[in-house]
Structure formats: structure tokens, C-alpha cells
Nanobody, 115 residues
Framework: QVQLVESGGGFVQAGGSLRLSCAAS????????MGWYRQAPGKQREWVTSILRGGSTNYANSVKGRFTISRDNANNTLYLQMNSLKLEDTAVYYCYSNTGSNGYWGQGTQVTVSS
């Protein structure tokens, strides 16, 4: 079993920045895929960004150029740096990891962007 614990959410004004963290209970070496997803009120959960074991990253068009995913392998922590935040970025953000045979979700952290 893997535990993922997100932190760093909160309230921010449009144009501001936040950095989310996701601490894993297992070494990143066991994960083929790690990513961030978000779910806005009344909407389905959507993929935001991901990083593969080899380090390649991908971003949803809606966040490209504003968000950056990174990881600290020594501390088993995944990050999401969010800049130039927009009202439409308001959502619960979830960390996700996949070992190839099992997938794991964190509990989520709320990000609220205000005007």
C-alpha cells in the first residue's frame, strides 16, 4: 500500500502562485508514472500534468507555461509549482502514482483562486 499526502493548497489571488507538495510513503523508484489531477466543483476530475520514471513531463494545454511538475527523489516528494493562477484553476488537486500494476491517490488539497 502506498500513501500520498498532499499539502500546500490555499487561497490566492488571480495572478499569484502556489506550490503543492505530495509526499509518498514509498520510493519513487517503484512508480512508473506520477501526476497531478484536479476536480473543480461540478466537473469531472481531469489530468493536469505528469512525470514518468525517466523524467519526461507532459502538461494539459490549460496549464502549459504556467505550471511545473518536479520531484525530489531523495525525499520521495512530488511538487507542482503553479504560477499566474487563474480563477478557473480553482479545484481540489490530487496527487496520483502508478506502479504499473496499482494506482494510488492522495486525499486532495484545495486551491482557491479569487479575483
Amino acid at each position: 500500500q502506498v500513501q500520498l499526502v498532499e499539502s500546500g493548497g490555499g487561497f490566492v489571488q488571480a495572478g499569484g502562485s502556489l506550490r503543492l507538495s505530495c509526499a509518498a510513503s514509498r520510493s519513487f523508484n517503484t512508480f512508473n508514472f506520477m501526476g497531478w489531477y484536479r476536480q473543480a466543483p461540478g466537473k469531472q476530475r481531469e489530468w493536469v500534468t505528469s512525470i514518468l520514471r525517466g523524467g519526461s513531463t507532459n502538461y494539459a494545454n490549460s496549464v502549459k507555461g504556467r505550471f511545473t511538475i518536479s520531484r525530489d527523489n531523495a525525499n520521495n516528494t512530488l511538487y507542482l509549482q503553479m504560477n499566474s493562477l487563474k480563477l478557473e484553476d480553482t479545484a481540489v488537486y490530487y496527487c496520483y502514482s502508478n506502479t504499473g500494476s496499482n494506482g494510488y491517490w492522495g486525499q486532495g488539497t484545495q486551491v482557491t483562486v479569487s479575483s
